[in-house]
């Protein structure tokens, strides 16, 4: 699972009294073209019902991208978000904030993979700069390390199992020359 939380303020000041959103990523099909479960709760508002991020090809893009599929489902219940509407001068707005992504597991709860910090560069409301980083992918020199199961990894190639004609075919073409 992966969870992303949000906090006014940037990283150094991050801690439990600023947080103001978490959002839970967890697998409900854990195939090539995955679907996602996506629960985000509010501080102060509680949890928001549910969504599902389908078909999301697994390993395909940075974590970002799935984090930003994942808000536009639970926000929107659809797959783009709307129109940015014009900004509205009389609302409050940050003039920081930053958002963490963890890895949770039974065994790793908590270990850091992504963050990123928004900062406002000046009294233009609604206008972020924002600095991304991610950790996600490392060099992995035996397939074992990486999905321990036996199967030969394709560095860069999720995208292409996205594609229908070309899922399992690696898988089909691996058992035709080891028969």
Not at 22 to 51: C, F, H, M, N, T
Not at 90 to 106: G, S
Not at 127 to 146: G, L, T
Request: a negative charge; proline letters at 4%; aromatic letters at 6%.
């Amino acid at each position: 699972m992966l969870r992303l939380s949000i906090h006014a303020g940037l990283l150094k000041e991050r801690c439990p009294q600023n947080q103001i959103a978490a959002l839970d990523i967890a697998y409900q099909k854990r195939a090539a073209l995955a679907d996602y479960l996506v629960s985000l709760q509010l501080s102060g508002r509680g949890e928001l019902e549910p969504a599902i991020v389908s078909n999301y090809p697994r390993w395909s893009g940075s974590v970002w991208d799935l984090v930003a599929r994942a808000i536009t489902a639970v926000l929107y219940r659809s797959d783009v978000a709307p129109p940015v509407p014009r900004v509205d001068k009389r609302c409050a707005y940050a003039t920081k904030m930053c958002a963490v992504v963890q890895r949770v597991t039974t065994s790793d709860a908590g270990a850091e993979i992504a963050r990123v910090e928004l900062l406002q560069p000046g009294r233009v409301r609604g206008e972020y700069h924002a600095v991304f980083s991610e950790d996600i992918i490392h060099d992995v020199f035996d397939n074992d390390d990486v999905i321990g199961c036996g199967h030969q990894l394709v560095a860069g190639t999720a995208w292409l199992f996205a594609v229908p004609e070309m899922n399992q075919e690696l898988d089909r073409a691996e058992r035709k020359s080891g028969e």
